[in-house]
């Protein structure tokens, strides 16, 4: 049985950073396996968006315009564990956070497309 479990939310101020972190079980998760991670997130009323996603070589990766260069997203195929670190945060990051996975050879960044979801994880920033 896939498990996705998110933790690491929480409520900051703005300018302060959280790192989610997303631990993966019973899925082939490796630097060899043909696997595209994500960070997605939604806020009230709104379409769910990708918000960093990363293919399982690590070598490609994607961010919303958004969140680049304040969040980073990263992996530990060991754990395995998928992480983003979000500095810089804003009132507008405020949003339920998950992680997903899906098994494609190609980095995925639409949701409707991806297999394997985390119950996901708030975070909320006030200005």
């Known amino acids: 049985q896939v498990q996705l479990v998110e933790s690491g939310g929480g409520s900051v101020q703005a300018g302060g950073s959280l790192r989610l972190s997303c631990t993966v079980s019973?899925?082939?998760?490796?630097?060899?396996?043909?696997?595209?991670m994500g960070w997605f997130r939604q806020a009230p009323g709104k379409e769910r968006e990708v918000v960093a996603a990363?293919?399982?070589?690590?070598?490609?990766?994607f961010y919303a315009d958004s969140v680049k260069g304040r969040f980073t997203i990263s992996q530990d195929n060991y754990k395995p564990t998928l992480y983003l670190q979000m500095n810089s945060l804003k009132s507008e990051d405020t949003a339920m956070y998950y992680c997903?996975?899906?098994?494609?050879?190609?980095?995925?960044?639409?949701?409707?497309?991806?297999?394997?979801w985390g119950q996901g994880t708030q975070v909320t920033v006030s200005s």
């Open positions: 990363v293919y399982s070589s690590g070598d490609i990766q």
């Open positions: 019973g899925y082939t998760y490796s630097r060899y396996s043909r696997n595209s």
């Open positions: 997903a996975a899906r098994e494609v050879p190609w980095l995925e960044l639409r949701p409707a497309e991806y297999e394997y």
